[in-house]
């Protein structure tokens, strides 16, 4: 599909589920009109047979690697590579609990390096589930934190990524998206520096040569729009999306427009 003028795709380019997670990818998860694109959340079974997955229910010998996703997402991944420039993302976030919306790049060929311009996460903290924490406490592992960050993935290894990631932020780290209303995220990459902000505010710039290594020599980088639940979204978190919509809930993620300009030079001043 074309929308903001670029191509995009159904799902991730290496296929519309995670072994790990509790989630596919489904065209009946996005939505598209007045003005914008809506990555939902839904509750749309499917089973899939995923290898090296055991199903320890499984009685038919052909149903031993069949694994139940109970949920669909809107997913979208561009078809087109991007290699330095300015991206600029507007967008609007879903309000509910175990949600992991995401705003992305990825090498197009291989995983890691991976850019995070936004990820998301969100626990059990009344309707304002969404309620940026400090940047300082973005390595906590607590599965109920509300967390959104950006950060560069440079490595496998958790130990790598946690030393190397989150540690280039200007200014405050203090989040700048508002939780309840329109956002914009912009992110600008160069041979020897990448930059992101949030609503005007700076929240990372990352210059370390050895960093900025990973990603100019990659083969150019694919966008991720996406919705997701993590492993703890049940049914009563996505009854109360439905229900409590009066109260801020909204189980989706509204991209209203995607920018790409080639010439990051023209934005040098912003750096």
Excluded at 11 to 39: D, T
Excluded at 65 to 73: A, E, G, I, N, Q
Excluded at 113 to 122: N, S
Aim: net charge negative.
């Amino acid at each position: 599909m074309e929308c903001f003028g670029i191509n995009w795709q159904i799902g991730r380019p290496w296929g519309n589920y995670h072994p790990e997670h509790i989630c596919w990818n489904a065209p009946e998860s996005i939505v598209r009109g007045q003005g914008r694109i809506g990555l939902g959340v839904d509750y749309n079974p499917m089973e899939i047979s995923v290898p090296g997955y055991i199903n320890q229910d499984a009685e038919d010998p052909d149903d031993l690697h069949r694994k139940l996703y109970p949920w669909s997402v809107g997913y979208l991944t561009s078809l087109d590579t991007f290699k330095y420039g300015y991206f600029r993302m507007s967008f609007r976030l879903p309000i509910g609990n175990h949600l992991w919306p995401a705003i992305w790049l990825s090498d197009s060929r291989t995983w890691p390096p991976e850019v995070d311009i936004m990820e998301g996460w969100t626990g059990y903290y009344g309707w304002q589930v969404f309620k940026p924490k400090s940047a300082r406490r973005m390595y906590r592992t607590n599965p109920v934190a509300d967390r959104i960050f950006p950060s560069v993935h440079i490595g496998t290894d958790p130990a790598e990524h946690t030393a190397r990631s989150y540690r280039r932020l200007g200014g405050t780290p203090v989040c700048y998206l508002d939780i309840t209303g329109n956002n914009i995220c912009e992110f600008i990459w160069s041979p020897d520096r990448m930059v992101i902000y949030y609503n005007k505010h700076k929240v990372m710039e990352e210059t370390d040569p050895e960093i900025l290594r990973y990603y100019n020599e990659c083969h150019g980088m694919k966008i991720h729009l996406n919705n997701y639940v993590t492993n703890d979204f049940t049914m009563a978190d996505f009854r109360q999306m439905e229900s409590a919509e009066d109260k801020g809930f909204c189980r989706w993620f509204y991209i209203y427009d995607v920018r790409y300009d080639p010439d990051y030079e023209l934005y040098s001043e912003k750096m």
